[in-house]
């Protein structure tokens, strides 16, 4: 038996993402979940059912003023679980151990050594990343090893006619917590013409660099690569089109997961 292989551990990686995901019932993860943090806030902190409504309704000024603060603050602002916080319950702390424990034995850190050894240590030779909420509720990896955990639009472009029309920057990733991706140019409109765009980019290690794209499929929500995929840009500086173009319809620049890993 030797080392663990990369597709076993990326198994592995995607269930122990998974779980912290539906344990939580993490919004950003899915928007149909109906238990959670989120969820329970919802239900038990704020507007009709939460307890600074009830406190209102007691009519005590004593009860009231020892306990309705603290209850307003819980409706305002949400309690989210603290970052590394599975690390707290016994069994999944003992999984992380036993995957640190492993690697040791090949001459790794642990796992994170592991990942940085296949990813790079900016993140420029991405191989094997992790769900980004691994990264968050498990709290063991560094930057270049989580990948974000959904899609994130980047920039969106209007077209105003042949050849023209309006960038506007909408996110970036933020590279201090997550590796960078690949992008993809995504129809918001139906198209009409077969713009040719270049999209103006950086990258996870600050360079530069300009990325091109015929929209040759018009459907809307249709999904065109870019002319390198590689799983390394952060962010869009600009966006123009050569040629193509019709009033009025749009496109957007999304940052790509690396994989679904709601079925792990």
């Known amino acids: 038996m030797g080392q ?10 995607d269930k122990l993402a998974r779980f912290a995901s539906e344990s939580v019932g993490d919004p950003e993860f899915s928007n149909s979940f109906n238990a959670g943090m989120e969820t329970a806030s919802g239900h038990v902190l ?3 059912g939460g307890i600074a409504t009830f406190l209102l309704t007691l009519n005590d ?19 989210t679980p603290p970052d590394g916080f599975l690390l707290g319950v016994t069994s999944i702390n003992n999984m992380m151990k036993a995957l640190d424990a492993h690697f040791k034995r090949y001459g790794f850190k642990g796992l994170d050594d592991k990942l940085t050894s ?10 094997l990343r992790a769900h980004g909420h691994f990264k968050k509720y498990l709290k063991t990896l560094s930057k270049q090893n989580a990948f974000i955990p959904k899609d994130l639009v980047l920039a969106t472009f209007s077209e ?24 993809v140019i995504k129809n918001v409109t139906a198209l009409t013409s077969s713009p ?45 089109i050569a040629s193509g173009g019709t009033n009025a319809e749009e496109f957007e620049v999304v940052a790509k997961a690396d994989r679904d890993v709601s079925a792990a």
Do not use: C, Q
């Open 4 to 13: 663990i292989s990369n597709g076993n551990l990326t198994t592995i990686l």
């Open 46 to 48: 704020s507007g009709a």
């Open 61 to 79: 000024e004593d009860v009231e003023a020892d306990l309705l603060p603290s209850a307003r603050d819980l409706d305002e602002v949400h309690p």
């Open 118 to 127: 296949l990813n790079g240590a900016t993140g420029m030779t991405p191989t």
């Open 160 to 183: 105003t006619g042949a050849a023209a029309g309006t960038y506007a920057h909408v996110a970036a990733i933020d590279k201090t917590v997550y590796a960078g991706a690949k992008l």
């Open 196 to 240: 040719v765009v270049t999209v103006t980019v950086k990258k996870v290690d600050g360079t530069s660099a300009s990325l091109t794209a015929t929209l040759s499929t018009h459907t809307i929500n249709n999904e065109t690569n870019l002319s390198d995929t590689t799983l390394v840009f952060v962010d869009v500086t600009n966006i123009s």
